[in-house]
T-cell receptor, first 114, second 115 residues
């Protein structure tokens, strides 16, 4: 158990809908990262928050947004869903934002868009 | 921009045989390097990482990797494969100057261990 909790574990929704994925980082970790894992794109970095502020942005679509709350949990919002958004979404957390500190990954939320 | 190439999407070894998973990277600056393992329906677990210092890095479960700057490689090895090593392995890099744990991953190598 990495200490990072993601809910829900599975989500099935229809095209055009909006969903929210939730991540609770390890106790004491200030940084939260979101990754998308799909068969065709592999593992891709989406976005990072550090202590409530957006820190880095990767290949995140405009239809997607995220935020980190004062209690440090984070939510990833996906809207106007398309079939191609079906993927495993991982959250990771680390103590700081430094490039060499270890990030711990949650078990992911599997999103299926039908 | 950084990129990671993992040679071989699928590698099969016999139990007790050497495991060698290859990783080459492209980066304009010496990166931080990582190997992660993913078991079915699980998240990613860090096996080992290289940031600075000794180029031979030992990780968990008997794995090790060597950073070779001249070859831009960070291959993962284990002297003797065990059935429990069957999983998917990902090599990743990050830019030390980016101030972020933004990882660029390779496509992954699925390791099968034959009894």
């Amino acid at each position: 158990d990495s200490g990072v909790t993601q809910t829900p574990k599975h989500l099935i929704t229809a095209t055009g809908q909006r969903v929210t994925l939730r991540c609770s980082p390890r106790s004491g970790d200030l940084s939260v990262y979101w990754y998308q894992q799909s068969l065709d794109q592999g593992l891709q970095f989406l976005i990072q928050y550090y202590n409530g502020e957006e820190r880095a942005k990767g290949n995140i679509l405009e239809r997607f947004s995220a935020q980190q709350f004062p209690d440090l949990h984070s939510e990833l919002n996906l809207s106007s869903l398309e079939l191609g958004d079906s993927a495993l979404y991982f959250c990771a957390s680390s103590e700081t934002h430094g490039g060499g500190t270890e990030a711990f990954f949650g078990q992911g939320t599997r999103l299926t868009v039908v | 921009a950084q990129s990671v190439t993992q040679l071989g999407s699928h590698v099969s070894v016999s139990e007790g045989a050497l495991v060698l998973l290859r990783c080459n990277y492209s980066s304009s600056v010496p990166p931080y390097l990582f190997w992660y393992v993913q078991y079915p329906n699980q998240g990613l677990q860090l096996l080992l990482k290289y940031t600075t210092g000794a180029t031979l890095v030992k990780g968990i479960n008997g794995f090790e990797a060597e950073f070779k700057k001249s070859e831009t490689s960070f291959h993962l090895t284990k002297p003797s494969a065990h059935m429990s090593d069957a999983a998917e392995y990902f090599c990743a890099v990050s830019d030390p100057g980016a101030g972020s744990y933004q990882l660029t991953f390779g496509k992954g190598t699925k390791l099968s261990v034959i009894p």
